[in-house]
């Protein structure tokens, strides 16, 4: 496969993905912002959601103030924020029109359709008057996406490639909300027992992993072991382990005479969680396990570019 398209494809999926979590993170945080708190513990909310993406600094630079609809004017309709809702599936469609012969015409319909749609719910009124029902179409139709796309192309290298992209961003949206949220919640003033369970909830709402948490521990909500289903459990679709099991093996798929390095990168960083406990971690501290793992991933990214998807130099 050409360089070009597979650059195309790993990102139509990293921007599907990446809308999706935004989405998923500013839904969370609007039914956090709904519970008894002080206005700076809800400035504070926001702004870790700003912090997750690393937009605090552009968005003081836009605004120069707190707003709430503010934050969702700039995380999802703002065309110069690269990580908003808008500017995502916009990319997304882009890359996905660059390749329409690679894919089959229900991937490519799904993304032409989503950007489509898209453009008349943001010039409606829906984000002001009912967000959350705008995020679950987001979240809706990037399943579709990825269902629309395992369900109808050959399982060849550009499938592998799409999974890649997709799995890459995860792992990083995953780690970075549980970095933010785990330090948000060990910063929060008084009264933090009482609404931890609320707390951690919401975290583990953002993730779809409420439910599963129930299931695994059939007991109260505690922060060591959200921190540890989030990253140790292979079985929870949207934890580290899980996504960079699925790396580690689309990488396999996609092998090639330069990526033995790339694939050794991974399988290290694949082997860390997979042998990890999180009483080591926690005793290593969260926030500097987290933090070298997004490091990891940022060089991962940029091996998969280097021997996949940049043409080599003549």
């Known amino acids: 496969m050409l360089s070009r398209t597979a650059d195309h494809l790993f990102w139509m999926a990293r921007y599907t993905e990446r809308a999706e979590n935004t989405a998923r993170m500013l839904d969370v945080n609007m039914q956090t912002a709904m519970l008894p708190q002080s206005e700076a513990d809800a400035e504070q909310g926001w702004r870790a959601t700003l912090g997750i993406s690393e937009l605090q600094s552009a968005y003081d630079e836009k605004y120069g103030r707190f707003h709430t609809q503010d934050v969702l004017d700039f995380m999802v309709r703002d065309p110069h924020n690269p990580s908003s809702i808008m500017a995502c599936l916009t990319a997304a469609r882009e ?23 898209m453009q008349k719910r943001l010039k409606s009124n829906l984000l002001e008057s009912d967000p959350s029902q705008f995020f679950e179409w987001v979240k809706y139709r990037s399943h579709l996406s990825r269902g629309v796309t395992l369900g109808t192309m050959l399982k060849d290298e550009a499938i592998h490639f799409i999974r890649l992209g997709t799995f890459l961003e995860r792992a990083d949206n995953t780690a970075r909300i549980l970095d933010v949220k785990f330090h948000g919640a060990r910063d929060a003033a008084k009264d933090v027992q009482q609404r931890d369970f609320y ?30 289903l989030l990253m140790l459990r292979g079985d929870m679709p949207r934890s580290l382990l899980a996504c960079m099991e699925d790396v580690v093996d689309n990488l396999r798929q996609l092998r090639n005479d330069v990526s033995a390095d790339t694939e050794r990168f991974a399988g290290k960083l694949h082997a860390q969680l997979k042998f990890g406990h ?20 940022y060089e991962l990214g940029n091996r998969v570019s280097r021997d996949f998807l940049v043409p080599l130099a003549a």
């Open 278 to 297: 999180i009483d080591d971690i926690m005793k290593a501290g969260l926030h500097r396990t987290l933090t070298e793992f997004l490091e990891s991933i």
């Open 199 to 228: 707390y951690w909830a919401a975290l583990l709402r953002s993730v779809s992993g409420f439910e599963i948490y129930r299931k695994v521990y059939r007991d109260v909500i505690t922060p060591e072991r959200v921190a540890e």
């Open 95 to 117: 890359n996905a029109r660059a390749v329409r012969g690679t894919l089959t015409t229900e991937v490519w319909e799904i993304q032409n359709a989503t950007w489509l749609d």
